[in-house]
């Protein structure tokens, strides 16, 4: 079955220093992941995604994320993390048996302190 | 492009009453929309998958005749929760799959509507 683990349920870093969110994934096959973000009471917004390539995946507001297949891992970064940033993040996995229906993770909330 | 749009954003309503909450897509025809339920500080639980013309596919354990959907054209789904009460207060959210996206299962959100039933 397709799944994503997210292990961490919040994040704290300070503004200016690189942020790390992690996401495991367990797939049958090449696997589509995505990361989204949630501010609150609001919908979901597409980060980025990897679907083939380059393991270095960049998406919006400066959002990079690094697919290892060894490690079965695809953990979001930032390099300098801002207040702005601070919100739910949520990984994600295409369900193969529905074409385009998302799995996704528990979601990891990402404090970032002045 | 690609952008969602749901309403109402929030509906307070009575126990018993239905409550219904329309998705549209504004720039493109979307033939899949997906209906999602969040709780608080929880994650996003798949409740349905909207096919334009034909039945909604349902997940496990939703009820069907609780929730109903309803995708009668290529822009707009709808979700009407039927004899509501209070435990079906909750975050619903929409989403479609733009064109662009049709290939690789990008989805594109709508803002999420809140629900509470008193």
């Known amino acids: 079955a397709q799944s994503v683990a997210q292990p961490e349920d919040q994040v704290n870093v300070a503004e200016g220093n690189p942020l790390t969110v992690k996401c495991t994934y367990s797939?049958?096959?090449?696997?589509?992941l995505f990361w989204y973000v949630q501010y609150p009471n609001r919908g979901l917004q597409f980060l980025l995604k990897?679907?083939?390539?380059?393991?270095l995946v960049k998406g919006s507001y400066g959002f990079e994320a690094e697919f290892n297949k060894s490690q079965t891992s695809f953990h979001l970064k930032k390099p300098s993390a801002l207040v702005s940033d601070s919100a739910l993040y949520f990984c994600?996995?295409?369900?193969?048996?529905?074409?385009?229906?998302?799995?996704f993770g528990t979601g990891t909330r990402l404090l970032v302190s002045p | 492009g690609a952008v969602v749009s749901q309403h109402p954003s929030r509906v307070i309503c009575k126990s018993g009453t239905s409550v219904k909450i329309e998705c549209r897509s504004l720039d493109f025809q979307a033939t899949t929309m997906f209906w999602y339920r969040q709780f608080p500080k929880q994650s996003l639980m798949l409740m349905a998958t909207s096919n334009e013309g034909s039945k909604a596919t349902y997940e496990q354990g939703v009820e069907k005749d609780k929730f109903l959907i309803n995708h009668a054209s290529l822009t707009l789904s709808t979700l009407t929760v039927t004899s509501a009460h209070p435990e079906d207060s909750s975050f619903y959210i929409c989403?479609?799959?733009?064109?662009?996206?049709?290939?690789?299962?990008?989805?594109?959100f709508g803002e999420g509507s809140r629900l509470t039933v008193l």
């Open positions: 994600a996995v295409r369900f193969l048996r529905g074409f385009q229906k998302l799995v």
């Open positions: 989403s479609a799959s733009a064109p662009r996206g049709a290939n690789t299962g990008e989805l594109f």
């Open positions: 797939v049958s096959g090449n696997p589509y």
């Open positions: 990897y679907i083939t390539g380059d393991n």
